[in-house]
């Protein structure tokens, strides 16, 4: 099967590649690994180097990666310039960081001596989307690199050329040939490659189901895994919040990157008292958003990524209409060549519904009015999901309590969230485990060995 690079404003096909086969593969994982041994004995101040030239690269070529994310995944240019802008930042805050994270730690015991030390695991597996090209890459090589791994990225199939200019990015930054590398493999192939003894560990960010699979690969070959899943995060309005900053977010976090991201803003909870209120402001703004070709710099939302997906939404909210919720903006996809779909709102949700229960991925943000507070956090929590949460109210003290009892990775108050290279990121339940990020980010793919000495 080859990768198709198509443009899904167009529908039409830009590049195709031919997939490799297992000989390909082995030769490929094998030379991870030699370059690898050798990366592990460089200085934090050399890898440090490469990193920060990374970041300058990242820089200098944000209109021309911005460019390719929009035709390769139909992200808008604004969009894409700011994701690459955060890979540089990422990449600059792990070439200061790393030699820190990576200390080790004096402990006092009965020893003469004892410490904790961080060593290299060796070769990453990267199994990435293809939402955010660009930073979910960066999110995981940036500090397995400077830890001293290696890394084999299986990118989504339909952003080969998004993967193939990463590698080059790296390459072109001083990094040692062969140190990351784009394996250009089938999904079926990704057990194959974690069952490699070539390869350590294994890093994924998708679906829930393509989790499951590669950590039942992983538990099967004893490889570390850390898994970053899927989430319908809620978004709780309590009766004191400003609602015009509310749904200004509220639109920000559901409609950006055409509603595909794991964090957004998913759920609207609003309490009774201004439930009403907010969604009116909710529905006008929403309603202002231009979407378009994501190759004009007006454009706010582009295409979802392909056809199938929007197929797959759509089917999502047409249930949840026979179900009981009723649409209030939007809710049918936009005729022509082009997988778009407008930004859509469902009101009147409840648990009778397939939009309360399952993650919608893409631009349809689903209403589930709650009577108070405490009904809010109930709504919050009934889910199998555990990733991001946000809760919006003046009284900040109060908000906190409630972000304590929300089962979520992260919450943020009267704030978007969003991933930040100091904070750790990652989700609980079927939302995954383990952590990116920060320095728990850069220590899941290290050995945590314990030295004693008398």
Known sequence: MPYISLNPATNKTLKTYTSWDSHHLASILEQAYNAQQLSAHTTFAERAEHMNRAAMLLHQRADEYAGLMAVEMGKPLREGRAEVEKCALACDY????????????????????SYVSYDPLGVVLGVMPWNFPFFQVIRFAAPALMAGNACVLKHASNVPQCALVLEQLFRDA????????????????????????????VTLTGSETAGRKVAAHAGQHLKKCVLELGGSDAFIILKDADLEQAANIAVKSRFQNCGQSCIAAKR?????????????????????????????????????????????????V?????????????????????????????????????????ELF??????????????????????????????????????????????????????????????????????GFGRELSYHGIREFANIKTVWIR
């Not at 006008?284 to 231009?290: F, G, V």
């Not at 943020?412 to 100091?422: A, E, W, Y």
Request: glycine share 8%.
């Open 94 to 113: 792990y070439a200061v960081h790393a030699e820190h994270f990576m200390q080790a730690e004096m402990v006092r015991t009965d020893a003469g001596k």
């Open 174 to 201: 001083g990094f040692a040939p062969h140190l990351i590398t784009t394996l250009m493999i089938e999904a079926a192939d990704v057990g194959e490659a974690i069952a490699s003894h070539y390869v350590h560990a």
């Open 268 to 316: 609207i909870i609003p309490v009774a008292e201004i439930a009403d209120e907010f969604l009116s402001l909710f529905i006008k703004k929403t309603a202002e958003l231009k979407v378009g070709d994501p190759l004009d710099e007006a454009t706010q939302m582009g295409p979802m990524a392909r056809l199938d997906l929007r197929e797959a939404l759509h089917e999502q």
């Open 318 to 358: 047409t249930d949840s209409i026979a179900q009981g919720a009723q649409a209030i903006l939007g809710c049918e996809p936009i005729s022509g060549d082009g997988a778009f779909y407008p930004p859509s709102i469902l009101d009147g949700v409840t648990a009778k519904t397939r939009a309360y229960h399952e």
């Open 362 to 431: 893409g631009p349809v943000a689903a209403v589930i009015r709650a009577t108070d507070e405490e009904e809010a956090v109930q709504i919050a929590n009934d889910t199998r999901f555990g990733l991001g949460s946000s809760v919006w109210s003046r009284d900040t003290g109060q908000a906190e309590k409630v972000a304590r009892q929300i089962q979520a990775g992260c919450t943020f108050i009267n704030g978007m969230v969003r991933s930040d290279p100091r904070l750790p990121f990652g989700g609980t339940k079927a939302s």
